[in-house]
C-alpha cells in the first residue's frame, strides 16, 4: 500500500533520477546523506579554530587557580548552569542589571563552556567582587536566609564535604594537556596553591565569624564565584584607559556599562 | 499479518508469514512505556521544585541534578526506546526481510538500557559533562558509541539484505538518524578524562558551546524529529489506510531538512560572543527550515484526505493529527524565535521551555502514543484492554500540553518584557531578579497541572497496555481477534 504510492508517482525526472540511483542503491543513499549533514557542521565549526573568523582573544587572560577549578567543577557538579547562565548579553537592560557584557576572549579557558540557556536565577557571569564571601558562605546554605522567596535549593552539605587535592590534581593534569597553562602539575604543587587561595578565603570567613577549612567544598565554590567576570571587567578597564586619550566618546556602552555594574551592587 | 491490514496492501504474498523478529519490537516497547513513565514523573518532579524550593531533597534529587535526569530520559529513554520500537517492527516489514542479526539486536536493546540505567545512577550522583543532552560521563559516552555501532550494522545489514529493491521513505529518515546522531554523538563528546567520572573537552570557550548546539540543536532535528517523521511516515498512512499524498514532496523535503537542520545550532547563542558570521548563518538557515518542517506536515496532514470522517472517531489518527499539527506549530515557532530581535525576547525565558515542550509533548509524545495504540493489539493480536482509556489518555494529554505550553508562553513573556523593562529615569523597572521570579508562581504552577495531567495519561496507557498484554497470555489459544 503506502509503499507502492512510490511507484504512482515518478512522472518527474527527478523522481525518476531518485528512485533509480538513490531508493535503489543504498549504499549511494547512506553516502549522500553523510554528505548533505556533513557540509553545515564543517562550514560552520572548522573556521572557528581560525585566528581572523574564529572568536576574538586575548593574550591577558589566565587560567582558573586549582582551587577555582575544583569549585568549577562543583558548578558543574550541581547543575548549577541549569538556572545561572554566565553570558551578559549587549543590550541596555542587561548592562544595567549585570554589567559589562560578555567578550569571547573571556571563556578562553572555559572547558567545558558554562553559558547556561536558562536564566531561573540571575546570570554570574560578573557576580565576582559583588557580595563579600561570607554572604556566598550564608546563601548557599540557606538561599532564603538571604533572599526570602528564593527558588534556588540549599547546598548545606558543601560546608562540611572536602575537596580532595588528588581529584584536583588530576584536573589539572587533564586541563595542561589540553594547553592550560600551569606552572606545575604534582600534587605539592596544587595542594600548595589550593591552601593559598584557600586561606584567604578561610581568613575572610573568620573575620565574619565562620569557620571552616581551605578544603571544604564551599571554599572552592566561593573562589569560583568570586572569580567570576573580574579578570574581564579589569582587562576591559585597562584597554579602556589605553584607548580613552584619542576618543573618549567612543566608549559609549562599555563604559555606562561599567558604571551600570558598579551600581547594581 | 501484514496482508490484512489495508485492503490496498499488495505488499505480502497471501499465505506467506514472513519470518519477523517480532520478539526485539515487544523489548523495545515495553522497555518505552517504563521509562516514559520514569521521564515525565520526573519532569513532573522538577516542575513543582521550581514552585516548592522543598521538593529539592538532599543532593541527589536537587534541581540542578534532575533536571538532566529528565531531558536524558524523556529524549534518549522514551523517544529513543519509541524509535527503537518503530523501527525494529517496520523495517522489517518495509524490507521484507528479518533483522539482521538477531544477537544484535538484542546486544542493542540491552546495551541501550543499560546505558540508560547507568544515566539514572550518575546524574543524580552529580557525574555530569554539564553540557545539554550530552551529560553523560566519558565511559558512557564510549558504551553508547559501542551500542550506536551495533545497531548501525544490524540497520545497514538488514538495508542490504532486503527483499524489495527500493528504499521506502521512512527508510530515508531512519537512515539519517543512524548516521547523523553517530557524527553528532563522537564529535561532541571528544574530551580528555582526568579521573573515571570526569573529563574535559577539546574544545574551549566559544568553540566548544558552538560545538554543543551544534549538536544539540540536531539531537532535536535527528533524534526528536527525523525517526518520528520516518514513524509517520509508516503509521500514519496505516492508520488511515491512504497512500502518502506526495512522494515528490517526500523527496524535497527530506533532503532540504537534512540539509538545513545542521547549520542551524548557532540560533541558540544568539547575542554571545561567537562571531557575528556564525550567528547570522544560524539565523538564516532556521529560517529556511519552515520550508521543509511544513513540507513534513503537509505531508502528514494530506495523507489523511478523504480520511477525517475516522479521525473523530480513532484515538490513534487523533493523537497523529494532534502531533502532525504540533509538529506544524512548534516549527513556525522555531524559525521565529531564531529572528534575532525575537530571540532577544525569548532566549533564556519560559518561551523556550513552552516551544520544547510544544515540539516534545506535542509532536514527539502523541506521535508516540498514536502509533503505540496502533502497534501493540496488532503486535500482540489482542484488541486493546479498554478503547474508551485511549481516548481519555487523547483528552488529558492534549489538554496538559495546552495548559503547560500556555502557562509557559504566558510566563515566558512576561518575564523577558520585565526584565528588560525600563523606567523614565533610564533605570530598570524591576530591579530585583526575585520579584520577576515571583510572578511567575501561578504560572509555574499551572504548568505542573498541565505536566501531571499528561503523566496521568502516560499512566492510563501503561495500564491498559499492560492489560492487554497480559490477555494476550491468558488467552493464547484465542485466535486473534484483531486484524493486523
Ligand atoms: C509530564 C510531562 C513533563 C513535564 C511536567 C516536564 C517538565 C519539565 C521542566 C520543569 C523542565 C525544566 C524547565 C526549566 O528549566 O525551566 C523541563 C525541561 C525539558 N523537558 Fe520536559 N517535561 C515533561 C515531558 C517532557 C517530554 C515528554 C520531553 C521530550 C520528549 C521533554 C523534554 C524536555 C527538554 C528537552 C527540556 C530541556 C529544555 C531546555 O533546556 O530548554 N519533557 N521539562
Ligand atoms: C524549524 C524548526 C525549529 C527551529 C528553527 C527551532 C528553533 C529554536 C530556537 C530559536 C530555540 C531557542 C534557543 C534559545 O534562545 O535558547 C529553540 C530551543 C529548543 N527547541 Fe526548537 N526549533 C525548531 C523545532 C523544534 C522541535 C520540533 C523541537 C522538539 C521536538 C524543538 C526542541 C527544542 C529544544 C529542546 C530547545 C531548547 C534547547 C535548550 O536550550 O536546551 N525545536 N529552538
Redesign the interface.
Known sequence: ??????H???G?A??RF??RV???K?VV??VA??V??????L???I???SAS????RSEAVTPYTPLEVAGR?LY????????H?Q?V??????L??YGE???????????????G??????DLQRVGGKYPDAWHYDHMED??AL?P???????D?MLTDRVEVA?VT??I???S??GHPYDGDSEEWVRAEMERQGGEIVANLQSAGRETTWDTEIVAMIAYLQRLGVEGRQILQQQATASAPEAEASSTESAAAAQAGGG?R | MESSSSSVSTATPVGVTPDYDDRIVKMFFTATVIWGIVGMLVGVIIALQLTFWQANLGPWLSFGRLRPLHTNAVIFAFAGNVCFTGIYHSMQRLLKTRMFNDTLSRIHFWGWQLIIVSAAVTLPLGMTQSKEYAELIWPIDVAITLVWVVFGINFFGTVARRKVQHLYVAIWFYMSFVITIAVLHIFNSLAIPATLFRSYPIYTGLTDALVQWWYGHNAVGFFLTTPFLGLMYYYLPRAAERPVYSYRLSIIHFWALVFLYIWAGPHHLLFSALPDWAQTLGMVFSIMLIAPSWGGMLNGLLTLRGAWDRVRTDPVLKMMVVAVSFYGMSTFEGPMMSIRAVNGLAHYTNWVIGHVHSGALGWVGMMSFGMLYWLVPRLYKRELWKPQWAEAHFWLATIGIVLYTVAMWAAGLMEGLQWRAINDAGQLANPIFLDITARLQPFLLLRVVGGSMYLVGAIMMGINFWKTVRGSDEAAQTPASVTA
Open positions: 500500500m503506502t509503499e507502492n504510492n512510490q504512482e508517482e515518478q518527474s527527478y523522481g531518485h528512485r538513490l531508493e535503489g543504498a543513499f547512506a546523506t553523510t548533505a549533514i556533513s557540509i553545515g557542521g562550514a560552520e565549526i573556521p572557528m579554530f573568523l574564529g572568536p576574538e567543577d558543574i557538579r550541581e547543575g548549577c548552569y541549569t538556572c547562565s553570558m548579553r549587549p543590550m541596555r537592560a542587561e544595567l542589571r557584557w560578555s567578550r569571547a576572549w573571556e571563556y578562553t579557558y572555559d572547558r567545558p563552556f558554562l553559558l540557556s536558562r536564566r531561573l536565577g540571575p538561599p532564603r533572599s522567596g528564593s527558588i534556588m535549593p540549599a547546598y552539605w581529584d588530576a584536573s593534569r587533564a586541563l594537556t589540553a547594581d
